[in-house]
C-alpha cells in the first residue's frame, strides 16, 4: 500500500529513523512522496532514490561518521584561531563532505538533481536567515531565480542540515543577493503539515516519523545553567512551531521515537549505540502499528 512519509530532525539520532522504515516496510507499505527537516531530509533523499531501510543501514555501517566533520585548516592552530574561524565562517564545520557522501550515494541509484525524480516526490525544509523565512525545496527555488530541474539533490539536503555553529551556512545567490541558509529545524523541524493540513488535500495516507516525545507527554526542560538554557531555547525554537500543529492534527498518525540521551551532533557515536537506535527505532514503530488505523 502506497502512504506519504514524513521525517523529523534529529541530527545523529536519525539512526532511529531508519529502523522505523524498517517496521514500515514490513507492514507492506511503501512511501510514494516523501518529506523530511535536517537527518530526516537524508532518510527522505534515500528513499525518494530508492533505497530500502536495509540498504540505508549498510551505507551507514560502511560510513565512518567523524569523516563528516570537515573542519576548515588552520595557519595556527589554536583554540582562539578556531573560533574566529567560527566567527568568520559561522561554522565549526564545512559540510562539504556531507554533502558529497549524499551525492555520491543518490548517483549511485540516478538521482542528481529534483529533475531526476517524479514531480513532488521529495520535499526538504531549509531556513533562509536573510529573508527570515522557511524555504521547501524544490517548491520555492523558482523565487530565487532556480530551476528545481537543475538544482542538487544534495546541496538541497545539505541547506537542511546545517545547523546553525556546527556548519556552515549554504550561500544560495538569487537576483536581489546572496541568501544565508540553515537548518530547516529551526522553523519546522517536522514538516507534517506538508502533506496532511487543513488546505491540503490527503491523496493517500500520511505516516509522521518525529524523533521526540509525544507532545502532551514531553518532559519539561532542566534549565539550570547559561548551557541548559540554550539547548532549552533551541528545542523550543525547533519543537514550538510543529508541536502547536500536532496537538490539534493528526497525532495518531505519527510515531514518536524519544532519544532522550543521545546528543544531536554526537558524531562520535559507539557502533552499539547506532544498533541501539536503530532497534529503538523499529521497536516505537512495531508499536505505533498494533494499533494504527489508516
Not at 16 to 30: D, N, P, Q, S, Y
Not at 59 to 65: A, F, I, N, P, S
Not at 237 to 245: F, I, P, S
Request: proline share 5%; aromatic share 10%.
Amino acid at each position: 500500500m502506497l502512504i506519504d512519509g514524513v521525517f523529523s530532525g534529529g541530527g545523529i539520532k536519525g539512526f532511529a529513523l531508519i529502523g522505523a522504515c524498517e517496521a514500515v516496510e514490513r507492514r507492506g507499505f511503501k512511501f510514494c512522496r516523501v518529506a523530511g527537516t535536517s537527518a530526516g531530509s537524508i532518510v527522505a533523499s534515500l528513499i525518494s532514490a530508492g533505497y530500502t531501510s536495509k540498504e540505508m543501514q549498510s551505507l551507514l555501517d560502511e560510513l565512518k561518521l567523524d569523516k563528516l566533520l570537515d573542519a576548515r585548516k588552520l595557519l595556527i592552530p589554536s583554540p582562539v584561531a578556531k573560533w574566529l574561524l567560527v566567527y568568520w565562517k559561522m561554522g565549526l564545520y564545512k559540510g562539504e563532505a556531507l554533502e558529497q557522501w549524499i551525492a555520491e550515494k543518490l548517483a549511485l541509484r540516478g538521482v542528481r538533481t529534483f529533475g531526476d525524480l517524479p514531480e513532488g516526490a521529495l520535499r526538504v525544509v531549509a531556513s533562509d536567515l536573510t529573508n527570515g523565512k522557511m524555504v521547501v525545496l524544490p517548491d520555492d527555488l523558482p523565487k530565487y531565480g532556480v530551476s528545481p530541474d537543475t538544482f542538487p539533490v544534495a546541496k538541497a539536503v545539505r541547506m537542511s542540515c546545517s545547523i546553525p555553529y556546527f556548519f556552515e551556512p549554504v550561500r544560495l545567490q538569487s537576483p536581489e543577493g546572496m541568501n544565508i541558509v540553515v537548518d530547516g529545524g529551526v522553523l519546522s523541524n517536522f514538516p507534517m503539515w506538508l502533506f496532511d493540513s487543513e488546505n491540503v488535500k490527503k491523496m493517500r495516507p500520511v505516516l509522521g516519523i518525529q524523533l521526540s516525545h509525544d507532545p502532551e507527554n514531553h518532559p519539561p526542560h532542566k534549565v539550570k545553567n547559561a548551557i541548559q538554557l540554550f539547548d532549552a531555547l533551541f528545542e523550543t525554537m525547533k519543537e514550538a512551531h510543529d508541536a502547536r500543529y500536532i496537538s490539534r492534527k493528526h497525532a495518531k498518525n505519527i510515531i514518536f521515537i524519544p532519544t532522550a540521551g543521545v546528543g544531536s551532533t554526537e558524531f562520535g557515536l559507539t557502533e552499539e549505540r547506532k544498533t541501539k537506535l536503530i532497534h529503538h527505532g523499529r521497536e516505537c514503530a512495531e508499536q505505533f502499528f498494533r494499533k494504527w488505523s489508516y
